[in-house]
């Protein structure tokens, strides 16, 4: 059993998509030897995963609740900053606004999205407890956590996620989760833009976001500020260098997978 992904099988398909057609073009492309296949999961490796997929639709949803709070509100005039603080100000100034200013109807809307925040991260505390047991007692979690970037729910979703011997190499790797620039070359000129946004978008998130992280707090000195990442953002964008710094967290992420090492510091800079 060979799983195909259908994005190298539409080349194949002749006019019009039939199941004759398609039929063909599944044949075609899985004689070719450079269509790779994906890695058939069992029934404990998909439910293993299963919980970080609920945590992140609930995240999502309590991020549509408040920004519906945050819009009714400012329909309101009531307007507040962002982040926890922010929002706890704005639900405080809604119940303190008189009738006039913000009407019983508004209060009490506004009042019901709030309580469905609140029982929503009372769900996420309880996920994210178990999921920190699962990273504790996951071994190649627990190394992967201590790449400057990557903390527990992503080194979890990693270990989780990621089958590394599918991958050739660290650049194979970081191609497949659309960390490298998309390619237009012709006639010998090659062209490359942004990056191709290839492959599992939660993982490229993760890492994007870790390397944010990593680069807000960049320093000489500091144990995670290297001097490749102090030159890279000398002369280029943050959010490039963000990208950038990404592509060489899965690298590094793809090595310890492979050698079963842990992670090495570069000396500061």
Not at 181 to 191: F, I, K, L, N, V
Request: glycine content about 6%; hydrophobic content about 45%.
């Amino acid at each position: 059993m060979r799983l195909i992904p259908p994005q190298y099988v539409k080349p194949f398909v002749k006019r019009s998509k039939n199941d004759r057609n398609d039929a063909e073009a599944i044949a075609v492309a899985a004689a070719q030897p450079s269509i790779g296949s994906v890695p058939v999961k069992s029934a404990e490796q998909q439910a293993a995963a299963m919980l970080l997929s609920v945590r992140e639709l609930l995240v999502r949803q309590r991020t549509q609740l408040v920004n519906a709070m945050r819009g009714h509100a400012a329909e309101m005039g009531v307007v507040a900053a962002l982040g926890e603080k922010g929002l706890r100000e704005l639900q405080t100034e809604i119940v303190a606004a008189d009738e006039a200013a913000v009407p019983a109807a508004a209060k009490q809307a506004i009042a019901l999205l709030g309580r469905e925040v609140e029982r929503i991260e009372g769900r996420l505390r309880a996920i994210e407890a178990e999921l920190m047991q699962q990273h504790k007692a996951n071994p190649l979690s627990r190394r992967l956590a201590a790449i400057p970037g990557i903390g527990p729910i992503g080194a979890l979703n990693l270990a989780l996620r990621v089958d590394q011997t599918q991958f050739a190499s660290a650049r194979h790797f970081a191609a497949w989760l659309g960390l490298v620039p998309r390619e237009c070359s012709t006639a010998g000129r090659q062209r490359l833009g942004g990056i191709s946004r290839a492959g599992d978008e939660r993982l490229r998130q993760l890492l994007v976001l870790g390397a944010t992280a990593v680069i807000q707090h960049a320093k000489p000195g500091r144990p995670a500020t290297s001097q490749w990442l102090l030159n890279l953002l000398s002369r280029k964008p943050r959010k490039l260098a963000a990208v950038a710094l990404a592509n060489k967290m899965a690298r590094i992420v793809w090595a310890m997978m492979t050698s079963g090492k842990t992670y090495r510091p570069a000396p500061a800079a």
